[in-house]
């Protein structure tokens, strides 16, 4: 009691602060702030001003000196949410607007800049530099006509501000009229001489006028001017180097490093020298910022085809490799660098077309022979690939590899299929210790299915190579293909004893833990292979999904992290960085992953797909709109790419543009009813019900074979309040081609309508006729489940759960209709369901009340505390949390859980229950 009296007298004195006194603290930290800045410590700057800002949330100078301190140091972000919010304070605006414009600038948040940042009269050089910055903005939105209107305008404002001089130039620049651009820097720096951003667009002018020696000039002045300008010194390292100036040029890279280890001039001579050393990944590296500047080189192109080539980064390696290439043609290692990105990309017609025309000078390249007999095998010029197999052959006739890859390649045609596992057969009991024609045989009986004789070749692998752990590892895999996890299991194992940081079956054991809820034995399996191997990329993503699965996915991005850094342009590691930031809710991190995304896998369509999306979610129009516009731009023939750019559009509200853009995928494919039902979407929002109704019987004309036009009038016809009409046009497109769909709408016309054993049947009837339908028997499963139907809801769980082994809800529903059923088996099926899904409330409270109820009440106790604590209003989970309470004579704690409960009068499976014990423990 003492102590929460002292507490308490500590806040009255606390709140009983005069004004006046807050406001002297608050300037004795501003001080602090601006001395601190003059010393050039920003950090603690920042916090001094942080504190000020705590002490006077409205104080608008240490609003603003704190935002003064973000755009300094880069914080673009957080210097945008101070200096708006001082302008909101009533701060002097003429203060305000010109960095705030230049952070919104910064950001990329170009529209936002013109919507928000109003003008400033009465103060010329803020008009001017607000004007300047909006002619930035309009530039970079592609409108040349307005920014130059408003450069005009920012020079008219205030003619002795460079700031307008400079945005004209930039303007005239982006017109590649350098004479303009030059004359304007020219006023520019007739008023501020030392004006850095001034003196670089000056060195950039010069460079474009190919004088190298009058932008090495201009630039060292910049440079001079402001030595923490990096982007300039870059420029400036990179001519010194074109020049031949090495020794100025590497003194330059040397103080660059010392503020940015990213400059041009510094890692490009960096790189080189990584490369000449093997160090591929090092030199990935160095590279990876600076690739539009080192492409502008005559050898650029190579050497980043050849980084990005080894470390994997296909999109920009082809880039490089198809311009390198273009310049020599007759190149055949700039042939065989592309062609063998375009096979990882498994686009096999690129691959024939870069390396036929060598075919000839590649008989005795065993590495381009590799390629081209894929790419030959992928397009199915069966012809070409035996006649070239057969020239190979003649050249080799006593090579095996040469005869188990022609055996190997009948194998997959239907026809000659039996004959080719024969040959390959053959070859492996001639040689046992034949590697090739071994793997071959393997994989030719798995890929036809026979997977009890891909077992007993594996066998014959294996003891033809007992320390070898590859054979084990197909053992496996062709064992758990049968069902046989615990063979599958052993044989896992095995292979791992032969060889411990054998990552394709540590991830085959580790992923078999996870299914069966055994997720500690999963993270220490694959800990272990990344103690061993901490660039084991493979491992690392499997060891993040561990973590994202289980709900966790703040503890993946440390892996992920560490995945890309070992593999820097991975793009599936990039992508599930993505997805577990925005799943943390981290956005700053999750805004920038999409980004780096973005650029690492620039022509990826599922990689600008998911920063796209994450870009939607996170709020960034532009950026968004940005990426789905690159993304049709890949391919303006593909009605797909098209349509998800309508998709954004409407998303944000954009109909016009949308029905534009939908108006293109529909004339590309008059009969994409997917595009139909977002055409229709569109008008009605735009026209109202009736219109979408009438343009929606429409689309039935446009495509007559398609059941899914009649769903499609169905939807709008209920959207419409005519729900007859509705069932009667869903009824007619199940009845012409049946699907899930279908049969899920009728299901609910039949609920809606008070029919719930019509409803049922809609159901029954469906999965008699496709009984893989895991959609609707869910839908089934649950309708049971809520009725109280728990034995029937159980079969239908159960063949749910085969079907669907990583669903934790399936199981979880599982075990409450054997809980109901009194069936031994709901609590190890609960387990499983915890082990897929510790994180979810809902799952952890069924398995926590199981056990709570079994005996197990510290245990049931703990989880049932944290499933309330994460969703406290859940009436089933506060109905356990009672319990729990009641049980130890808290009843005070338990009839306060319970009251909500019972007040709403929530209905769930154990209402009744929960009704009786607060009437026991005294409720009213």
């Not at 190579?465 to 084990?472: D, E, H, N, T, V």
């Not at 078999?512 to 493979?538: C, F, S, T, W, Y």
């Not at 005070?892 to 499976?909: G, H, Q, R, W, Y």
Request: net charge neutral; aromatic share 4%.
């Amino acid at each position: 009691m003492k102590t929460r009296h002292a507490l308490l007298a500590v806040l009255l004195v606390t709140t009983a602060l005069p004004a006046w006194a807050a406001g002297s603290e608050t300037t004795q930290l501003i001080e602090k702030a601006r001395e601190a800045q003059r010393q050039g410590d920003s950090r603690t700057a920042i916090i001094h001003l942080k504190n000020a800002v705590r002490k006077d949330p409205h104080n608008g100078e240490s609003r603003f000196e704190l935002g003064m301190v973000h755009l300094r140091t880069g914080d673009y972000p957080g210097a945008e949410k101070e200096l708006r919010q001082a302008r909101e304070a009533n701060f002097d605006v003429a203060r305000v607007l010109p960095p705030l414009s230049y952070a919104y600038l910064m950001q990329g948040k170009y529209r936002q800049l013109l919507g928000d940042v109003e003008n400033c009269p009465g103060n010329a050089d803020c008009q001017s530099a607000v004007l300047a910055a909006r002619a930035r903005a309009q530039l970079a939105l592609g409108n040349q006509a307005d920014a130059e209107k408003e450069a005009e305008a920012a020079i008219q404002a205030a003619p002795n501000n460079p700031e307008g001089h400079v945005a004209r130039a930039i303007a005239a620049l982006a017109a590649q009229n350098l004479s303009a651009a030059e004359s304007q820097i020219d006023e520019a720096l007739a008023t501020k001489p030392n004006h850095s951003e001034a003196l670089a667009v000056k060195g950039e002018i010069r460079r474009l006028a190919n004088d190298p020696e009058g932008a090495i000039t201009a630039l060292k002045a910049a440079v001079e001017a402001n030595s923490r300008d990096m982007t300039s010194r870059q420029k400036l390292a990179m001519m010194l180097l074109a020049v031949d100036r090495h020794d100025e040029a590497g003194e330059q890279a040397a103080e660059v490093l010392k503020l940015n280890p990213k400059s041009v001039a510094a890692i490009y001579v960096k790189a080189a020298l990584e490369v000449r050393a093997g160090r591929m990944a090092e030199a990935l590296e160095l590279v990876r910022p600076l690739e539009p500047e080192i492409a502008k080189l005559s050898t650029g192109n190579y050497l980043l085809a050849l980084i990005h080539g080894a470390n994997g980064n296909m999109e920009r390696a082809l880039d490089a490799a198809d311009r390198y290439q273009n310049a020599n043609p007759d190149s055949i290692p700039a042939a065989k660098l592309a062609a063998r990105l375009y096979s990882q990309r498994g686009e096999s017609d690129r691959v024939v077309r870069l390396l036929m025309p060598f075919r000839d000078r590649l008989l005795d390249d065993n590495g381009g022979l590799a390629l081209l007999q894929s790419g030959l095998l992928a397009e199915g010029r069966t012809a070409e690939m035996q006649e070239l197999m057969a020239t190979i052959a003649s050249r080799h006739p006593d090579d095996s590899a040469t005869k188990a890859r022609m055996a190997f390649l009948k194998s997959g045609e239907t026809s000659q299929r039996e004959l080719g596992l024969r040959q390959l057969q053959d070859i492996a009991e001639r040689d046992p210790s034949d590697a090739t024609a071994g793997l071959m045989l393997v994989m030719g009986r798995l890929s036809a299915g026979e997977f009890q004789q891909a077992i007993d070749a594996a066998k014959a692998m294996a003891a033809a190579q007992p320390k070898a752990p590859l054979p084990l590892h197909l053992s496996a895999s062709a064992r758990l293909a049968m069902g046989d996890e615990a063979g599958a299991r052993t044989d896992f194992q095995a292979a791992l004893n032969n060889a411990p940081d054998f990552v394709p079956s540590a991830l085959g054991l580790s992923e078999m833990d996870v299914r069966a809820g055994h997720g500690a034995e999963a993270r220490a399996r694959l800990d272990a292979i990344v103690k061993r191997q901490p660039k084991a990329v493979n491992a690392l993503m499997a060891r993040a999904r561990i973590e994202t699965r289980a709900g966790s996915p703040a503890q993946a991005v440390p892996f992920l992290e560490r995945a890309i850094a070992a593999a820097p342009d991975n793009g599936d590691a990039r992508s599930q960085l993505v997805v577990a930031l925005m799943e943390a809710g981290d956005k700053p991190r999750a805004a920038a992953a999409a980004a780096d995304l973005i650029r690492a896998q620039p022509r990826n369509p599922a990689a600008l797909e998911l920063a796209g999306q994450a870009q939607i979610a996170l709020g960034k129009r532009e950026d968004a709109l940005a990426t789905y516009q690159q993304l049709a731009r890949l391919a303006p023939d593909r009605d797909g790419l098209l349509h998800r750019l309508a998709q954004v559009q409407m998303g944000f509200d954009m109909m016009p543009e949308a029905k534009a853009s939908l108006d293109k995928v529909l004339a590309l494919n008059p009969a994409n009813v997917t595009a139909w039902r977002d055409r229709v979407e569109i008008e009605r929002r735009m026209a109202g019900t009736d219109a979408a109704l009438k343009l929606a019987k429409t689309v039935r004309t446009k495509a007559p074979a398609d059941p899914s036009a009649a769903l499609l009038e169905g939807d709008v016809a209920a959207l419409s309040a005519k729900p007859a009409e509705a069932e009667a046009a869903w009824r007619e497109a199940q009845a012409k081609l049946p699907s899930t769909y279908g049969a899920q709408r009728l299901y609910r016309a039949a609920l809606k309508r008070g029919d719930r054993a019509e409803a049922r049947k809609v159901l029954t009837d469906w999965l008699n006729r496709s009984p893989d339908d895991a959609a609707g028997r869910l839908i089934l499963a649950d309708d049971l489940l809520v009725t109280g139907d728990f034995k029937a809801a159980a079969v239908h769980y159960e063949r749910l759960a085969v079907k669907l082994p990583l669903s934790a809800a399936v199981f979880n529903n599982l075990a409450w209709s054997y809980q109901k059923l009194g069936d031994a088996r709901a609590l190890p099926t609960a387990q499983r369901a915890f082990g897929l899904a510790p994180a979810s409330p809902e799952i952890v409270d069924t398995y926590a009340t199981m056990l709570y109820r079994k005996g197990e009440r510290d245990r049931g106790a703990t989880l049932i505390q944290q499933a309330f604590t994460k969703e406290p209003n859940n009436p089933a989970i506060a109905f356990h949390m009672a319990e729990v309470l009641a049980d130890r004579k808290d009843i005070a704690a338990a009839l306060k859980v319970l009251k909500p409960v019972i007040e709403t009068k929530a209905n769930f499976d154990e209402s009744t229950n929960a009704r009786e014990l607060y009437h026991r423990l005294g409720g009213q």
